[in-house]
């Protein structure tokens, strides 16, 4: 069975705290990706990895940064966190996008900033 | 820019009743995919199903079924007999080859909740 496993369900961190959130799969994928999902804005790509060291930024990266240190982790790290990063956060992994295959998603975590 | 357009933010409907979830999607690519998640209370996305850009047939398993239509850039789902159980977010989304075809981009999604 396929599995993308965020480290934490729930978290919550104190405004300016460097926060990290941590994302593995045990498929061997290429991709790894980091959204964020807020109420009627659907999910937002904040960086993706394509390679082992190799990020491109998404849709919104200011604020975050990401780390690929070996292929099956991902990690995103606010590095002074703030209210508006309040939000659930989603892991994801995939083959590269020329298989056409889909994006697991791990559980999600849900970030609040105080 | 790709852009995934998913114009209803809910939909309530009663049990058995049928449904229909609208997707209308923008590229200007002439090759991308075409995508349908779930996602229930419990948070994480479940993946429905595929569809590429060369590939318009329509496609049905069991109670779901799917449309695509290039002429209007749409990929609508419908639940035939829908149940308690299909309450969930949905989400379409499309994947473009440019760039490694790597990004894949969601719609905001349609709330479905079916009632008793």
């Known amino acids: 069975d396929v599995k993308v496993t965020q480290s934490s369900r729930y978290l919550v961190k104190r405004t300016g705290e460097k926060v990290f959130l941590e994302c593995v799969q045990d498929?061997?994928?290429?991709?790894m990706f980091w959204y964020r999902q807020d109420p009627g804005l659907g999910l937002r790509l904040i960086y993706f990895?394509?390679?082992?060291?190799?990020?491109e930024k998404g849709d919104i990266p200011e604020g975050y940064s990401v780390s690929r240190e070996k292929k099956e982790r991902f990690s995103l790290i606010l590095e002074s966190a703030s209210t508006n990063q309040t939000s659930m956060y989603l892991c994801?992994?995939?083959?590269?996008?020329?298989?056409?295959?889909?994006?697991?998603f791990g559980q999600g975590t849900r970030l609040t900033v105080v | 820019a790709q852009k995934v357009t998913q114009a209803q933010t809910e939909i309530s409907v009663v049990e058995k009743e049928d449904v229909t979830l609208d997707c209308v999607y923008e590229t200007r690519d002439t090759t991308y995919y075409l995508f349908w998640y779930k996602q229930p209370p419990s948070g994480e996305l479940v993946f429905l199903i595929r569809?590429?850009?060369?590939?318009?047939q329509n496609e049905i398993s069991g109670r779901y079924s799917w449309n695509f239509q290039k002429s209007t850039s749409s990929f609508n789902f419908t639940i035939t007999a829908s149940q308690v159980v299909d309450s969930a977010v949905y989400f379409c989304?499309?994947?473009?080859?440019?760039?490694?075809?790597?990004?894949?981009?969601f719609g905001t999604g349609t709330q479905l909740k079916v009632e008793l």
């Open positions: 569809r590429n850009s060369f590939d318009e």
């Open positions: 498929m061997d994928h290429e991709n």
């Open positions: 990895s394509y390679d082992v060291k190799m990020k």
């Open positions: 994801a992994s995939s083959l590269p996008g020329t298989l056409n295959t889909e994006a697991f």
């Open positions: 989304a499309l994947r473009i080859l440019t760039g490694g075809g790597n990004k894949l981009t």
